[in-house]
């Protein structure tokens, strides 16, 4: 059951790989309107790297959590620029929540979203409406915690989630910027999501479709 853990991990990082693989070039035209236009690049070497460390550590006979524990530090190493060090601590936190051995308990998997939430917002400090990748993740982690809680299965509640995470996404582009570098550029944002809560969105809805599969 754990070796089969640690290959959903290593399928979850495949999907991811490939949902930013799709969309890096939209990823790096939204984040060069208010910001550098390194998203994309910046997410895919995060990704990739994430990947290589994750199947390194499964091959090796690691549990799931090792995987994604590894699959997170080597995100953050490789990716460079904000959203790195973030994804690295939204999915360290995740990592601790299913550890190595035998099935986590979905509300554990919750929770460790949600400490990965709030590494995110004690990290960077935004808050929602300051136009990030917060203003997606917490909705996430909100629905999630809440469908969980109200019975829902793991699966169930985490498409809702992904949901609720896209049409926050989505909003975000009538929002002006108060946070990163896309502060500096105000005005230029307004009719654009913020390029980190789209890709967000994008691997939340991925993962779910993975994982309904
Ligand atoms: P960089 O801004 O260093 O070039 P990226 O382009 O990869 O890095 O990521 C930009 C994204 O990072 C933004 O769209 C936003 O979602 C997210 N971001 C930037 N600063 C913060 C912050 N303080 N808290 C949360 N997310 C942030
Ligand atoms: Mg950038
Ligand atoms: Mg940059």
């Known amino acids: 059951e754990s070796v089969a853990l640690a290959e959903t991990v290593v399928a979850v990082l495949e999907t991811i790989v490939a949902t930013i693989d799709e969309n890096v070039d939209e990823l790096g035209r939204i984040d060069a309107i208010a910001g550098d236009g390194d998203h994309g690049i910046g997410m895919q070497r995060g990704s990739h790297a994430a990947l290589a460390a994750g199947r390194a550590a499964a091959q090796a006979g690691a549990g799931a959590g090792t995987v994604l524990a590894q699959a997170a530090d080597g995100w953050s190493d490789k990716a460079g620029g904000t959203s790195g060090a973030l994804w690295g601590v939204i999915l360290t936190a995740i990592a601790a929540s299913l550890g190595d051995t035998g ?85 230029n944002s307004v009719g654009t999501p913020d390029p980190g809560a789209i890709s967000l969105a994008l691997i939340a809805t991925s993962v779910g479709a993975l994982l309904a599969d």
């Open 103 to 187: 099935r986590p308990e979905a509300a554990a998997v919750a929770a460790g979203v949600a400490a990965g939430a709030k590494g995110v917002t004690d990290y960077g400090k935004a808050e929602i409406g300051d136009k990030t990748l917060v203003d997606a993740l917490l909705p996430l982690t909100e629905t999630l915690t809440a469908r969980i809680a109200a019975g829902d299965d793991f699966l169930d509640a985490w498409q809702v989630a992904a949901a609720s995470a896209t049409t926050a996404a989505e909003a975000t582009a009538d929002l002006l910027p108060r946070m990163g570098r896309a502060r500096t550029h105000g005005m």
